[in-house]
């Protein structure tokens, strides 16, 4: 049998884990991170956002990607669920629906990665059209 | 729901919303006395009476207000299921406790599930609230204090994805 895990190992593991992060601060500002919101009501629990966030959390730091991955409340789209919302730096957020774990690697392979758009994007054409108004434009 | 441990992810988000800072989560698994329980405690800013009253019921209370809609009704309809009852005591400005009793023998009692997995993301999510974990599983007995992470770590955030994967695993290693 293992050794059942304490806070005790919890300590020797710091060290490790203070260089790790010492080493990532050196590399980029924090306003280089990629935000994740994963919409966690009871719409999205039930339809599998748990095994979505825990995958992205695992993922993200398993292919070094700077990213901070947190829950949000129900966004409104709850025929969609899971969804999430990513945030790349300096740009608007993308609304993701009827996010698996694959759609999930796809997001973090092409969007995340290289910027390309992915299937599942929720629209939120309503911003369009007013800045469209007021622009005078179409 | 498949996992009453979904179920507390749930419901803990009702008392994140509240803005509780401190937030309890009790299991309490005895065979001998065939009960199973979840408790969870809040120091948020709590309900008046005639809310809950309300909360209860999926059509009064889902599009008054965000703060409930069909998560507490969820959990009381599969607590009564299972033989057992939900009670929510609340005060305004104080905090609620929210009590799930079930049958632990009964058929149609849910198993708890990933409970783990379900505290490290509540952790992760909520760096800043004081998460209390006490698992009760007959004469075993678990507790976990993110206050007590946090002075571990010394300065290292509690939502790093290593510390929250130590998290998951302490947890499980514990329950088994």
């Known amino acids: 049998m293992t050794k ?3 806070l005790a ?3 020797k593991m710091k060290d490790n884990l203070q260089s790790k992060i010492a080493l990532r601060e050196k590399s980029d500002s924090p306003e280089g991170r990629v935000i994740i919101k ?5 719409c999205g629990i039930a339809s599998g956002s748990k095994e979505v966030m825990e995958y992205l959390v695992d993922e993200l730091d398993k292919r070094n990607i700077d990213a901070i991955v947190t829950q949000t409340g129900c966004m409104g789209y709850c025929y969609a669920e899971p969804t999430i ?3 790349l730096p300096g740009q608007e957020p993308v609304v993701y629906g009827y996010v698996d774990t694959k759609r999930a690697d796809e997001i973090i392979e092409k969007y995340i990665r290289n ?7 929720i629209p939120m054409n309503y911003q369009t059209i007013e800045k469209d108004k007021e622009g005078g434009k179409a | 729901m498949k996992e ?3 179920h507390i992810l749930d419901i803990a988000q009702n008392s994140i919303t509240a803005g509780a800072e401190n937030i309890g989560i009790n299991v309490e698994e005895d065979e001998g006395n065939n009960v199973f329980r979840i408790t969870v405690i809040d120091d948020g800013c709590g309900m008046s009476e005639e809310m809950v009253q309300r909360v209860t019921d999926p059509y009064v209370t889902s599009r008054t207000t965000r703060r409930v809609g069909m998560g ?3 959990l009381m309809h599969s607590a009564e299921q299972a033989g057992g009852f939900l009670k929510i005591e609340s005060k305004k400005g104080k ?8 049958e632990h023998n009964h058929i149609d009692r849910p198993e708890l599930g990933d409970i783990a997995g379900v505290m490290s993301i509540l952790i992760g999510s909520n760096p800043d609230i004081r998460f209390q974990y006490q698992h009760k599983k007959n004469e075993q007995d678990f507790s976990l204090d993110t206050n007590d992470v946090i002075d571990t770590l010394e300065g290292i955030p509690i939502n790093e994805p290593e510390v929250l994967k130590f998290i998951r695993e302490m947890i499980n290693d514990h329950i088994k």
């Not at chain 1, 910027?115 to 994007?121: N, P, R």
């Not at chain 2, 905090?95 to 079930?102: K, P, R, S, W, Y």
């Open chain 2, 4 to 6: 009453l441990a979904l």
């Open chain 2, 95 to 102: 905090g609620t406790t929210l009590e799930a009793t079930f």
């Open chain 1, 38 to 42: 994963v919409a966690m009501a009871t």
């Open chain 1, 85 to 87: 919302e990513v945030a």
């Open chain 2, 72 to 74: 507490i009704p969820l």
């Open chain 1, 9 to 11: 190992d919890l300590k």
């Open chain 1, 4 to 6: 059942i895990k304490s």
């Open chain 1, 115 to 121: 910027q390309e758009l992915v299937e599942g994007i």
